[in-house]
């Protein structure tokens, strides 16, 4: 039994040391991993630039949302596509939605060429891995000669931070799962029971509380810039108790037949959401004291304008926008991998008609798309080339609709007499981190916004509309907020909480397009028809012009291919299978609902 644990601890926290080979890390403020030939706790520690590899490694390990050559889960697909917001075309490899979701072949003891594949597979993921070294940096940083106790405590509470990003990551996906208080060794007993769903919500909270006291508010230096802050533990706090106090898992009713103390609370409290505005509170006190975070702004009212400056809040690093930001390159083409799988990811017309019109007031669901009652992209043309965007500006942003720009300036090839027209997509195009000009990318160093303001806002509006029963004016003072950036009207006065929840999820949708929010959304409020319902494509075809330049454009909806989901949903897809060989192992790891 032994030998199979120490198996899972090579599988689970990875070697001692990773080669700098490994890492792709050029940042001011990150420095290169530790090296694997010599390395010992005490030459890793001997400096304070030394020990700081360790603590980088940490951060390299941390979940990054975009495909690329270092992170490229679900076959290189993106979680997006396992949502009613996106269908995948790729039909080559081993594409996980296709191939798993769409087919309902999912399971704890797949074949192995769909082995990572999965939108999460428990102990293959770089999870403990971030924990493990951060670990290893909180139990030796007191041997750092060249530091204050000062910045030790800083740094130590950095590395309680990518610990507490890591169990997050994993609460979302798994549930409850066992918590290393410690930096494994191999000459242990490796025995760790799974902790309950409370206890790992207890634990990552417990973390940031821990973290905050001894972190800035925000990285004055900005060779410091993407190291984590007390703005990203208290972000991070408000975002795992939103996540836990939400329906599916603080209920009296189990959201499965299966689920237990590991995989919910099993009760429904209304505590859990206090503890939610708890955090709201003291996030927006701390914001009160010492400024710095708001959400970048248009520099004028045109939709150009709001569109950019909403582009630069999530593609930009080091902007007042930025909560948590995951860097792995400093280089601008590291997202080049996500550029040429983009043409694969295909956006639904379920959600391109969640985007209002550019007023403010929402897009009709019974829009006649064969007789348009007014232009539903572009005005007065049907191309942007001539026309002005009529519809929320974050459309554009997030999604490549007929008769806009693509990659490097080319008419999104989408309308069906375009000479590059792809005809098993879906009639739209992914847009975020692809942007339109190969300029806009150049000398642009990419990041993973994890976390940015717009959340803390909407997770704020959230956690007050749950627990007080009706939304406040301060909770439609946050979400306005979020809705006025881009130049869209204020929410309908005098909701019920019922349909404030629902407009506040659509806000979601619309600003965090590609940012993994609908999937746990999806989730964590128990959306099953959303699930289940049948998702569309539109058939455009350009009129007048030039066929890869028409002056307007015909539409006619069309259903995209079904999901097994359609017809045998089961809520055992809200929690990751756990692969069976690592339940089998022994070690405490039990296995999910339904799985």
Not at 106 to 121: C, D, H, M, Q, V
Request: charged residues 25%.
């Amino acid at each position: 039994m032994k030998t199979v644990r120490y198996i899972f601890i090579a599988v689970l926290l990875g070697v001692v040391m990773a080669s700098c080979e490994s890492l792709k890390l050029g940042d001011a403020g990150l420095s290169s991993a530790p090296e694997t030939s010599g390395a010992t706790i005490e030459t890793l520690f001997a400096t304070k630039k030394d020990a700081d590899k360790v603590l980088v490694t940490a951060y390299a390990n941390l979940p990054y949302g975009i495909t690329s050559s270092f992170d490229s889960k679900m076959g290189g697909n993106v979680l997006e596509c396992i949502t009613d917001h996106a269908h995948s075309n790729r039909t080559f490899g081993s594409d996980g939605p296709r191939n798993l979701y769409y087919t309902g072949s999912l399971g704890s003891n797949i074949s192995s060429s769909y082995a990572g594949s999965e939108a999460y597979r428990f102990a293959s993921e770089k999870d403990y891995t971030a924990i493990r070294y951060a670990w290893i940096f909180i139990e030796n940083a007191d041997r750092i000669p060249d530091a204050t106790p000062a910045e030790i405590a800083k740094m130590k509470a950095e590395a309680k931070m990518c610990i507490a990003i890591a169990y997050s990551n994993m609460l979302r996906y798994v549930g409850g799962v066992p918590i290393l208080d410690h930096s494994v060794s191999t000459t242990e007993e490796m025995v760790y029971p799974r902790n309950t769903f409370a206890e790992t919500v207890d634990y990552i909270v417990q973390l940031c509380d821990e973290a905050k006291a001894d972190l800035p508010w925000t990285n004055a230096d900005p060779n410091n810039d993407g190291r984590m802050t007390a703005a990203a533990a208290l972000g991070l706090k408000l975002r795992v108790l939103c996540f836990a106090a939400s329906p599916t898992f603080n209920s009296d009713s189990p959201w499965h037949s299966g689920a237990n103390e590991y995989h919910c609370y099993g009760n429904y409290d209304a505590a859990r959401w206090k503890k939610a505005k708890d955090a709201a509170d003291e996030f927006m006190t701390e914001l009160a004291k010492n400024g710095h975070y708001a959400m970048v702004q248009a520099a004028e009212a045109t939709p150009k304008a709001y569109r950019l400056a909403y582009r630069k809040g999530y593609y930009e690093r080091g902007t007042t926008e930025q909560i948590i930001s995951i860097r792995k390159d400093y280089d601008s083409d590291y997202h080049d991998d996500w550029i040429e799988k983009g043409e694969y990811v295909c956006p639904t017309l379920n959600w391109v008609n969640k985007y209002g019109w550019a007023d403010g007031t929402d897009f009709p669901e019974d829009f006649d798309w064969e007789n348009p009652s007014a232009s539903p992209f572009f005005s007065p043309s049907g191309s942007c080339i001539t026309g002005t965007e009529t519809r929320d500006p974050r459309l554009y942003e997030n999604i490549a609709v007929p008769g806009d720009y693509w990659y490097n300036e080319i008419l999104a090839r989408v309308h069906t007499n375009h000479p590059n027209y792809r005809a098993d997509g879906s009639g739209f195009l992914a847009m975020k981190y692809i942007l339109q000009k190969e300029s806009d990318r150049e000398n642009v160093p990419p990041h993973w916004s994890m976390m940015r303001f717009p959340e803390i806002l909407l997770n704020a509006a959230e956690a007050y509309n749950e627990y007080d029963g009706t939304p406040s004016a301060q909770a439609y003072e946050w979400v306005n907020s979020v809705r006025a950036r881009v130049g869209l009207s204020p929410l309908a006065e005098g909701m019920t909480q019922a349909q404030f929840r629902e407009a506040l999820l659509r806000e979601r949708e619309c600003e965090f397009g590609f940012e993994e929010f609908r999937w746990f959304d999806m989730v964590r409020y128990g959306l099953q028809d959303d699930f289940k319902k049948p998702l569309y494509g539109l058939y455009s075809e350009g009129v007048g012009g030039r066929p890869e330049s028409p002056d307007s454009f015909t539409y006619s909806k069309y259903k995209l291919p079904s999901r097994s989901w359609e017809t045998s949903w089961d809520t055992k897809w809200y929690l990751s299978p756990i692969p069976v060989t690592e339940v089998n192992k022994g070690y405490g790891m039990t296995q999910n609902p339904g799985w």
